[in-house]
T-cell receptor
Framework: EVQVVESGGGLVKPGESLRLSCVTS????????MNWVRQAPGKGLEWLSS????????YYADSVKGRFTISRDNAKNSLYLQINSLRAEDTAVYYC??????????????RGQGTLVTVSS | DIQMTQSPSYVSASIGDRVIITCRAS??????LAWYQQKPGKAPKLLIY???TLQSGMPSRFSGSGSGTDFTLTISSLQSEDFATYYC?????????FGQGTRLEIK
């Protein structure tokens, strides 16, 4: 069974940093592109970043470029998101999402419950 | 960036109704489109990919169609478990973008 567990969220002050982790199991992690998507309270979905299986292609949304860094450790079946200079508008649930199995296109198979990041002084 | 616009933003319908949600892309995305279903407090679920292919395990009352700039998600006969918010997402190019969502509620 595919399992994805996000962690690392919490209450932080503006300007602080946070590292989100996503530990996976039940599939061959090293062969999948992975993504981070967030959802602010009461709002829609926002794609943040994608990384391919070998970390050779990385993409960011303009809204987070320069502050967010995606990375992965295939030996640990894990995905990470380093978030620097946090702002109030970064308050959201952050989802780690695998690319789907059957379509070679950047899309999302969400299997975790997300981790909540709250930025407030 | 490719803008995705869904309509309506909100729809109220009854059990058994047929519901159609539309998604329009600001430029041609061929069939590079996915649909997601999200229930309150839960992660989204992949519903349809490549504009019309139903994700494994999702009910056959859901169907998708369209290509180019105009797409539809159809629920043939609403069930109670279908009341949720639906999002489209273009997969043609980065940055990946979602529609604003369509909230489907019980009439």
């Amino acid at each position: 069974e595919v399992q994805v567990v996000e962690s690392g969220g919490g209450l932080v002050k503006p300007g602080e940093s946070l590292r989100l982790s996503c530990v996976t199991s039940g599939f061959t992690f090293r062969t999948y592109s992975m993504n981070w998507v967030r959802q602010a309270p009461g709002k829609g979905l926002e794609w943040l970043s994608s990384i391919n299986s070998r970390s050779s292609f990385i993409y960011y949304a303009d809204s987070v470029k320069g502050r967010f860094t995606i990375s992965r450790d295939n030996a640990k079946n894990s995905l990470y998101l380093q978030i620097n200079s946090l702002r109030a508008e970064d308050t959201a649930v952050y989802y780690c999402a695998r690319e789907g199995e059957y379509w070679e296109a950047p899309h999302f198979d969400f299997r975790g419950q997300g981790t909540l990041v709250t930025v407030s002084s | 960036d490719i803008q995705m616009t869904q309509s309506p933003s909100y729809v109220s319908a009854s059990i058994g109704d047929r519901v159609i949600i539309t998604c329009r892309a600001s430029q041609d995305i061929s069939t590079w489109l996915a649909w997601y279903q999200q229930k309150p407090g839960k992660a989204p679920k992949l519903l349809i990919y490549a504009a019309s292919t139903l994700q494994s395990g999702m009910p056959s009352r859901f169907s998708g169609s369209g290509s180019g700039t105009d797409f539809t998600l159809t629920i043939s006969s609403l069930q109670s478990e279908d009341f949720a918010t639906y999002y489209c997402q273009q997969a043609k190019t980065f940055p990946l973008t979602f529609g604003q969502g369509t909230r489907l509620e019980i009439k």
